[in-house]
C-alpha cells in the first residue's frame, strides 16, 4: 500500500502565493508520474499540473504560467508552486501518484484546502 500525505494549503489572498507538498511513502515499486487535481462542491476532480518520472510536466490551461509543478524522485515527494493565486483556484487539492511496474495503480491523498480571498 501507498500513502500519500499533502501539506501547505490554507488561506491567502488573491494575488499572493502558496505552496503544495505531497510525500509518498509505503510499498512504492516504481513511481510513475504524479501530479496536483483539485475539485470543488458539485463539480468534478479536474487536473491541474502533472510529471512524469522525467519531469515531462503538463498543466491545465487555467493556471499555466502561475503555477510549477516539480518532484523530488529521491524524496518520493511532488510540489506545486501556485504564484497569482485567483478566487477560482479556490478548491480541495489532490496529490495522484500512479505507482507501479507494469500495471500502474493509482494512489490518491486525502486532500488539501486552498481557499484564496478575493
Known amino acids: 500500500q501507498v500513502q500519500l500525505v499533502e501539506s501547505g494549503g490554507g488561506l491567502v489572498q488573491a494575488g499572493g502565493s502558496l505552496r503544495l507538498s505531497c510525500a509518498a511513502s509505503?510499498?512504492?515499486?516504481?513511481?510513475?508520474?504524479m501530479g496536483w487535481y483539485r475539485q470543488t462542491p458539485g463539480n468534478q476532480r479536474e487536473l491541474v499540473a502533472t510529471?512524469?518520472?522525467?519531469?515531462?510536466?503538463n498543466y491545465a490551461d487555467s493556471v499555466k504560467g502561475r503555477f510549477t509543478i516539480s518532484r523530488d524522485n529521491a524524496k518520493n515527494t511532488v510540489y506545486l508552486q501556485m504564484h497569482s493565486l485567483k478566487s477560482e483556484d479556490t478548491a480541495v487539492y489532490y496529490c495522484?501518484?500512479?505507482?507501479?511496474?507494469?500495471?500502474?495503480?493509482?494512489?490518491w491523498g486525502q486532500g488539501t484546502q486552498v481557499t484564496v480571498s478575493s
Open positions: 495522484n501518484a500512479k505507482v507501479g511496474l507494469i500495471t500502474l495503480r493509482d494512489y
Open positions: 509505503g510499498r512504492i515499486s516504481v513511481m510513475n508520474a
Open positions: 510529471i512524469t518520472s522525467t519531469s515531462i510536466t
